[in-house]
C-alpha cells in the first residue's frame, strides 16, 4: 500500500535553518501537504504543494518536490522556539478521497 | 480555508458507557467525511470513512459495532465510541472532503479519556 516515511527526530539551534524531509510512493499523488502539530492540539496547515510544482516559497517556509524520487522536504528558515511541534508529511491521491500520513517528525529548537 | 469544527473538544467517560463526537463542515457540503485515530506519540490512522447517506467503509481492524458513524447531512458526520474502555481513550480527528478543492480539511480534535 501507499507508505510515507519520514525521520523522526531533527534539533537544530535558534536561529538555523530546519530541514525536514519525506518520502512517498504514491506517483498518482495530487497534493503533497505539511501539517504542524503541538503538543495536545490538532493539526495545523502550514503549506502544500501541488504535484506539477517543484517548489513553493510562503515566508519562512519552503517545500521543494522531486517528483523523480518521491521526495519532500520542507525547510524553515530562522527556526524560533515557536516551531517546536511535531511536522506531519501527508499525500492525497484520488482527487482527495485519500489521504496518507507520515509518522511525523518532532523538531526541537534548542535556545 | 474551509472550517470543520469537532464537538466536543475533550470529553472524560466512566467505562461502559458511550460517547458520541460531533464532526461538522460549516461553510462547504462535504458528502465524504473521514475518521482518523492518533495514539499518544504516533501518526493519524485512518479509522473509517463516512458518506452522506450511506453506510460508513471501515478500515482493517477497526470494529463497526464499536465505532457507530452516522452521516446524516451533507454537513455533519457523528462518530458514537459505544461502551468505552480504557484502551479506546485516544485522539480523535475527523476531516471533510471539499469536493471542489479535492483536499481534505481536518477538525481541531477531540480528546477521550476513559476512566
Known amino acids: 500500500g501507499e507508505d510515507v516515511e519520514q525521520s523522526l527526530f531533527l534539533s537544530v539551534r535558534e536561529g538555523d535553518s530546519s530541514v525536514i524531509n519525506c518520502t512517498y510512493t504514491d506517483s498518482s499523488s495530487t497534493y503533497l501537504y505539511w501539517y504542524k502539530q503541538e503538543p495536545g492540539a490538532g493539526l495545523q496547515l502550514l503549506t502544500y504543494i501541488f504535484s506539477n510544482m517543484d517548489m513553493k516559497q510562503d515566508q519562512r517556509l519552503t517545500v521543494l518536490l522531486n517528483k523523480k524520487d518521491k521526495h519532500l522536504s520542507l525547510r524553515i528558515a530562522d527556526t524560533q522556539t515557536g516551531d517546536s511541534a511535531i511536522y506531519f508529511c501527508a499525500e492525497a491521491y484520488n482527487y482527495g478521497q485519500n489521504f496518507v500520513f507520515g509518522p511525523g517528525t518532532r523538531l526541537s529548537v534548542l535556545p | 480555508g474551509a472550517v470543520v469544527s469537532q464537538h466536543p473538544s475533550r470529553v472524560i467517560c466512566k467505562s461502559g458507557t458511550s460517547v458520541k463526537i460531533e464532526c461538522r463542515s460549516l461553510d462547504f457540503q462535504a458528502t465524504t467525511m473521514f475518521w482518523y485515530r492518533q495514539f499518544p506519540k504516533q501518526s493519524l490512522m485512518l479509522m473509517a470513512t463516512?458518506?452522506?447517506?450511506?453506510?460508513?467503509?471501515?478500515e482493517q481492524g477497526v470494529e463497526k459495532d464499536k465505532f457507530l458513524i452516522n452521516h446524516a447531512s451533507l454537513t455533519l458526520s457523528t462518530l458514537t465510541v459505544t461502551s468505552a474502555h480504557p484502551e479506546d481513550s485516544s485522539f480523535y480527528i475527523c476531516?471533510?472532503?471539499?469536493?471542489?478543492?479535492?483536499?481534505?480539511?481536518f477538525g481541531p480534535g477531540t480528546r477521550l479519556l476513559v476512566l
Open positions: 463516512s458518506n452522506e447517506g450511506s453506510k460508513a467503509t471501515y
Open positions: 476531516s471533510a472532503r471539499d469536493p471542489g478543492q479535492e483536499t481534505q480539511y
